[in-house]
C-alpha cells in the first residue's frame, strides 16, 4: 500500500493539472493497485475458462449438469446460466437459468441450484418455454464472446484486446478484464482493468467495450512504468 502511494505521489510530481482528475486519480489508484501483482495468476481470481467449465450442483450438492456460458450484465453480475443437463437423462438438456429466480449460487465446487435434482426436472419444460420467451430488461453479454474482443477509446481507437475475465475467487463475478494492449507506449503490456469501470454495447458475436478518458490517461501512466 505504501508502495502505491509513493507511486502516485511521484507520478503527480510529472503530470499536468488537467491530468489530475478526480476521476484519473481513482483510476490511478485502482489500476496500481489491481497490477502491482499478477492478477491473472492470483488464487483470489478465477480464469473464465475455470468457469466455463464449472459444474452445476443440485440444492443437495449433487452434480446435475455442467456449465457451457454465463451472461454477464455491464456491471460483471452473472444474470443468466447456460448449462447442459445430460446427466438427468430427460431428452433435450441445454438449458438457460435466470441465475437471481433459480437462487443460484457459486459454491466454491460449482453453482449450485436452489433446488433439488427432482425439482429441476418437474420445472424443465416450463423452464424451456421461459426460455424461448424471455427478452432481456438489459443488455447481456455471453462470457465465452469476450475472448479477443476490441478495446477502444472513446474516439474510436484500438487499444488492445481482451485475453480473460478475470472473476472473484468463488466465480460469482466478473472483477477484471484482463487485456493485452496495443496502443502507443502501452503495446506489448497487459493489464487487468475493473469490469464496471468500462462501458459495453451489443456488438455483431463480441461485444463493444470503450474505455473513458481518465482510464485511458491512467493506463497510459501505469503500463508505461510496467
Known amino acids: 500500500m505504501l508502495r502505491a502511494l509513493l507511486f502516485i505521489v511521484a507520478l503527480l510530481c510529472t503530470l499536468p493539472a488537467y491530468a489530475q482528475s478526480a476521476d484519473y486519480m481513482g483510476y490511478l489508484e485502482q489500476l496500481i493497485n489491481i497490477n502491482g501483482y ?41 444474470m443468466r446460466l447456460d448449462a447442459d443437463f445430460n446427466r438427468l437423462k430427460i431428452g433435450t438438456s441445454r438449458l438457460v437459468l435466470d441465475y437471481k429466480d433459480m437462487n443460484i449460487e457459486p459454491s466454491g465446487n460449482g453453482y449450485k441450484l436452489g433446488i433439488t435434482d427432482d425439482q429441476l426436472i418437474d420445472m424443465f419444460p416450463r423452464l424451456k418455454a421461459l426460455q424461448k420467451a424471455y427478452k432481456p430488461a438489459q443488455p447481456l453479454y455471453a462470457l465465452q464472446s469476450f475472448q479477443g474482443a476490441a478495446l477502444n477509446d472513446t474516439q474510436g481507437h484500438k487499444l488492445g484486446q481482451v485475453e480473460d475475465v478475470l472473476f472473484d475467487k468463488l466465480g460469482g463475478r466478473a472483477d477484471f478484464l484482463f487485456v493485452s494492449l496495443t496502443y502507443k507506449t502501452m503495446s506489448g503490456r497487459t493489464l487487468a482493468l475493473p469490469f464496471d469501470a468500462l462501458f459495453y454495447a451489443p456488438g455483431y458475436k463480441k461485444p463493444q467495450i470503450t474505455a473513458p478518458d481518465a482510464l485511458v490517461q491512467a493506463m497510459l501512466e501505469v503500463a508505461g512504468r510496467k
Not at 480464469?47 to 450442483?57: G, M
Not at 449433487?62 to 451472461?71: A, L, P
Open 38 to 78: 499478477s492478477p491473472e495468476q492470483s488464487p483470489h481470481n478465477e480464469r473464465s475458462r475455470e468457469v466455463l467449465s464449472d459444474r452445476v450442483i443440485d440444492k443437495t450438492n449433487h452434480v446435475v449438469g455442467e456449465v457451457r456460458d454465463v451472461f454477464l450484465n455491464d456491471q460483471g453480475e452473472i
